[in-house]
């Protein structure tokens, strides 16, 4: 671990999750560098065993980031895992996580810390490239609160825009290390569930980086699909205890459609595949250029994912409050 600069008492620590990437956690350094805030704050590179130059390229930024600290976390692969790691040598009492492959804009870091001066756990405005817009259009996704269709009475949000009270992640015990995805949303409805309100920082805002190329998004928007199947069995009791009251009318529809219901009969599987197939053909046959087939993977892999990815771990099912199905 990087010994920490003697300085003012911290009250908010960065979250950096990183693994294998040196091309670019560069960026995301250089915009935490710049920013100003009316507090101590310090960044922690939690890497999750880089194989690449990650290590380097976050020492490069020693000086130039408020009390850079990087640890370990290859003890356990994962982002939960990572971030975890990250939490746990944190030293102030507000925690706000963003991606090594995102870029926070001016005043994220301010506006985090005064919107855990109200909330215990907040999200910010997040953007991303529409998958299917050419390289010279402007044509952006923007997000923050939102919720999905399966469990809709409470929002969510990515990890990659998070912030929490460093006393509540200790008390929720982080981040479900054991999901590979989901579990910033696992996250955000334990939260909830406790009786906290999900705020909006709406100035903390971060631009997303989509995945490069098509084998890439697929397998992302798959593993997307993959974590909605732990969610729905780790959230079952609470997802049928809330289903008469109004969903929570959110700042941005989910960015996932809802996940079809799974169909374990081999000849029930085999007819989905194939209509699944159909649907991505025609859809292909009416695309005009490469942009287009961005977005069809991404669809193609949710789906994939939503129906047939595997659940390789157990988890205990989430119970309802005591008090009984509450919004925050």
């Known amino acids: 671990m990087t010994v920490r600069d003697p300085g003012p008492e911290v009250r908010l620590s960065v979250v950096i999750a990183a693994y294998n990437a040196a091309e670019t956690l560069g960026a995301e350094l250089e915009a935490l560098a710049l920013q100003q805030a009316p507090f101590a704050w310090e960044v922690i590179v939690s890497d999750n065993g880089s194989t690449d130059a990650t290590t380097e390229v976050a020492h490069a930024f020693a000086g130039r980031v408020p009390r850079l600290v990087i640890v370990d976390s290859s003890q356990q692969r994962g982002p939960g895992a990572a971030r975890n ?65 399966f469990f809709p009475q409470l929002p969510v949000a990515g990890a990659g825009n998070l912030g929490l009270r460093a006393e509540l992640f200790t008390q929720l015990g982080g981040f479900d290390s054991r999901m590979r ?8 409805w334990r939260a909830q569930l406790l009786g906290h ?11 997303v980086t989509n995945r490069d190329g098509l084998r890439a998004t ?39 459609e809802d996940p079809p219901a799974p169909t374990p009969a081999r000849h029930g599987r085999v007819i989905a595949v194939r209509s699944l197939a159909s649907r991505a053909l025609r859809k292909i046959g009416r695309t005009r ?11 193609l892999g949710y789906a994939v994912g939503s129906r047939w990815g595997r659940t390789e771990i157990q988890v205990e099912r989430v119970p309802v409050p005591q008090d009984g199905p509450r919004v925050p």
Request: negative net charge.
């Open 85 to 149: 790691r990250g939490a746990a040598a944190a030293t102030g009492e507000q925690l706000a996580f963003c991606d090594a492959d995102d870029v926070v804009s001016p005043g994220w870091v301010a506006a985090m810390g005064q919107a855990l001066s109200s909330h215990a756990i907040v999200t910010g405005t997040s953007r991303r490239r529409q998958l299917n817009a050419r390289p010279d259009e402007d044509q952006f996704h923007e997000w923050s609160r939102y919720v999905m269709p």
């Open 181 to 188: 995805t989901g579990e910033d949303l696992d996250l955000c």
């Open 197 to 207: 309100h999900l705020g909006h920082a709406a100035d903390a805002r971060v631009d």
């Open 218 to 256: 697929y397998r992302q928007f798959r593993s997307y699909g993959q974590g909605n199947r732990v969610l729905i069995d780790k959230f079952a009791e609470v997802i049928a205890a809330y289903a008469d009251l109004p969903a929570w009318e959110p700042d941005q529809v989910a960015r996932c």
């Open 289 to 299: 250029r490469l942009s287009d087939l961005t977005h069809l993977s991404s669809r």
